[in-house]
């Protein structure tokens, strides 16, 4: 494999191995909307004769209301499914990495969200170097459950490149 292929095929690896970052970020997102939608008051809308209004085919604000609610949660409860799945086709593809060292750095980085000053302590290293050394060391090992396909998008790749 040649340097350019290297690079994107890692360019892949980090963005398979970044998924439950992703997801994580995107779940942030949706609760805060949660609070948002929490915090709106459910005031009754009418019109100038005193009826409600209806855009939404409800007569009632309140079970609009509640109804958003129930919605938002069942989209951060999805996303939360999805996450358990992400972690573990993620953390299956970190465990194909054979050295151990390089095998923690990718765990602590792209499961645990740990930075390069963290995981540096964390395995007594004094130099930055060594730690991104290890990582496109692990980087270069995993093993993606779509390898089989990784040529055809390389390929795809460099051309668009």
Do not use: W
Request: proline fraction near 4%; include cysteine; charged fraction near 35%.
């Amino acid at each position: 494999m040649n340097r350019m292929e290297r690079k994107l095929r890692r360019e892949i690896v980090v963005d398979f191995l970044s998924q439950p970052q992703e997801i994580d970020s995107e779940i942030e997102y949706e609760k805060r909307r949660l609070e948002e939608l929490k915090q709106t008051p459910c005031v009754q809308s009418v019109r100038y004769d005193g009826m409600p209004r209806n855009k939404s085919g409800h007569s009632d604000p309140t079970a609009l209301y509640v109804e958003k609610i129930c919605e938002q949660e069942d989209k951060i409860q999805q996303l939360i499914l999805r996450r358990v799945e992400v972690r573990q086709s993620v953390s299956d593809a970190i465990k194909s990495v054979k050295d151990l060292r390089n095998r923690t750095i990718l765990e602590a980085h792209f499961l645990e969200n740990k930075s390069n000053d963290t995981i540096m302590e964390m395995l007594d290293y004094t130099e930055m170097s060594v730690i991104r050394k290890r990582y496109l060391q692990g980087l270069d090992a995993v093993v993606l459950p779509m390898d089989e396909a990784l040529p055809d998008e390389l390929a795809e790749l460099m051309a668009a490149g």
